[in-house]
């Protein structure tokens, strides 16, 4: 079975902290992505890696930043937390190439709440 | 502009009820489209894939169809179950990139 883990279901951070959400997958995946879904929206694009060490801006990266230092393993930085960036934040894996058929593989996703 | 809508927002059924959710699409060109169903507190999880050129699937109480001349998609539940409480989200990859376009999802909730 697909794994792909979030290392916390929930988080409550102050405003103007560094905070850090890692996302690790087993199906040596490349591509592999960082969403937030939010009521009413939908899931937003914040980051793509489809390597190691490469990344692309989604629709919303402000305010964030990513790093990919090995396959399995995609971390979302949010360098100040605001009260705005309270939300979930799905990660999802897939298989190389561009999107079309390729299944997504969601993780478990993290609650952040910022006070 | 590439957009995914579902109707309705929220449905409420009783258990043993059939009901049908709603995709229409407008992301130009068309490769496929997946329903992905999401329990509370969790990630989404694939049920099915529909391409270009299929008309209907089942999954076993799940049944898609797509009508790619109307850009619609259904998904149909047949004898609900109290475990098909979820959001059911429909999304379309934008062909040529990275990115897929996501439906804002139907929360469907099955009262015994």
């Known amino acids: 079975d697909v794994k792909v883990t979030q290392s916390s279901r929930y988080l409550v951070k102050r405003t103007g902290e560094k905070v850090f959400l890692e996302c690790v997958q087993d199906?040596?995946?490349?591509?592999m992505f960082w969403y937030r879904q939010d009521p009413g929206l939908g899931l937003r694009l914040i980051y793509f890696?489809?390597?190691?060490?490469?990344?692309e801006k989604g629709d919303i990266p402000e305010g964030y930043s990513v790093s990919r230092e090995k396959k399995e393993r995609f971390s979302l930085i949010l360098e100040s937390a605001s009260t705005n960036q309270t939300s979930m934040y799905l990660c999802?894996?897939?298989?190389f190439g561009i999107g079309s058929y390729n299944e997504q593989f969601f993780g478990p996703g993290t609650r952040l709440t910022v006070l | 502009k590439n957009q995914v809508e579902q109707s309705p927002q929220s449905l409420i059924i009783l258990e043993g009820k059939n009901c049908t959710l709603q995709c229409n699409y407008t992301v130009s060109p068309f490769s496929n489209l997946r329903w992905y169903k999401q329990d509370t507190g969790r990630g989404p999880v694939s049920l099915t894939i529909m391409t270009f050129s299929e008309n209907t699937k089942s999954n076993g109480r799940y049944t898609a169809t797509l009508d790619a001349d109307t850009k619609q998609s259904s998904l149909h539940i047949t004898a609900s179950q109290l475990s098909d409480s979820a959001s059911y989200i429909c999304v379309v990859p934008f062909s040529g990139t990275y990115k897929y376009i996501f439906g804002t999802g139907t929360r469907l909730k099955v009262l015994a």
């Open positions: 890696s489809y390597d190691v060490k490469m990344k």
């Open positions: 199906m040596d995946h490349e591509n």
């Open positions: 999802a894996s897939s298989f």
